[in-house]
């Protein structure tokens, strides 16, 4: 059973990623080429075992305005003082994380038969990272390696800023606690992930919205209609 063409869509917050998706979503529709959104974060099977278990409520429930943790704000203030979270709540968020692993796995084999393509708003590459972030690590190190257990995105973007551009675009963020040194370890975590993980960058620190889309949309095709012979033959 095959799985749908699968997008994901990775970066700092204010990157662009909500205006590029709502982008492509329109060119899907204009192409008659079924498609399912999905946010990775607010509709992992993390999320939804952190809503019935209090207990993992703090330690596993990802949901701010761009999918970050819910207690993000408190424990990034912890982190940029150097306190990072424990080791357990730590190997929880891992567990958790492989468990969406599986999940998602599954409902692949469903959203195959109905779409053939899924967009996603964020992926497991922005929960790894962002776990290791609240570890109080400054590089992946061996944990790069467990986003291998998520299916494979065709077209596995990474939108580039600066941290200062996120900074500048996303005030509000900034105002909940995430200071310079969140977005510069971010950033770090983030441009050592895309070699590791061999990322599509879009450098939207340069590039306007138009020439995202119209690189985004290239590849796509180029990839998308590629499969789709393979697959006949």
């Given at each position: 059973m095959k799985y749908p063409f699968l997008i994901s869509f990775s970066g700092l917050d204010g990157s662009g990623k909500t205006q590029l998706i709502v982008l492509l979503r329109q060119f899907f529709r204009r192409q008659g080429i079924s498609y399912l959104y999905i946010h990775s974060?607010?509709?992992?099977?993390?999320?939804?075992?952190?809503?019935?278990?209090p207990f993992l409520?703090?330690?596993?429930?990802?949901?701010?305005?761009?999918?970050?943790?819910?207690?993000?704000?408190?424990?990034?203030?912890?982190?940029?003082?150097?306190?990072?979270?424990?080791?357990?709540?730590?190997?929880?968020?891992?567990?958790?994380?492989?468990?969406?692993?599986?999940?998602?796995?599954?409902r692949m084999l469903y959203w195959g038969k109905n779409y053939e393509v899924v967009i996603f708003d964020r992926y497991a590459y922005d929960k790894l990272?962002?776990?290791?972030?609240?570890?109080?690590?400054?590089?992946?190190?061996p944990y790069f390696w467990l986003a291998r257990?998520?299916?494979?995105?065709?077209?596995?973007?990474?939108?580039?800023?600066?941290?200062?551009?996120?900074m500048e675009r996303k005030r509000e963020v900034a105002a909940e606690g995430q200071?310079?040194?969140?977005?510069?370890?971010?950033?770090?975590?983030f441009?050592?992930?895309?070699?590791?993980?061999?990322?599509?960058?879009?450098?939207?620190?340069?590039m306007s919205i138009s020439e995202a889309k119209k690189k985004?949309?290239?590849?796509?095709?180029?990839?998308?209609?590629?499969r789709k012979l393979k697959m006949k033959n």
């Open positions: 974060v607010k509709d992992s099977f993390g999320n939804k075992i952190a809503e019935k278990i409520k703090s330690l596993a429930k990802p949901e701010t305005a761009e999918g970050v943790a819910a207690t993000e704000s408190v424990t990034v203030k912890k982190v940029s003082g150097e306190k990072a979270i424990s080791f357990f709540s730590f190997f929880v968020r891992i567990i958790v994380l492989i468990l969406d692993a599986l999940y998602l796995r599954l990272i962002h776990a290791v972030y609240l570890r109080g690590k400054k590089h992946l190190g257990t998520f299916p494979r995105p065709n077209v596995p973007i990474y939108l580039h800023i600066t941290p200062e551009q996120s200071d310079e040194n969140y977005f510069k370890i971010k950033y770090r975590l441009t050592e992930g895309a070699i590791l993980w061999r990322f599509l960058v879009i450098d939207n620190s340069t985004i949309i290239s590849v796509f095709k180029k990839r998308y209609y590629k």
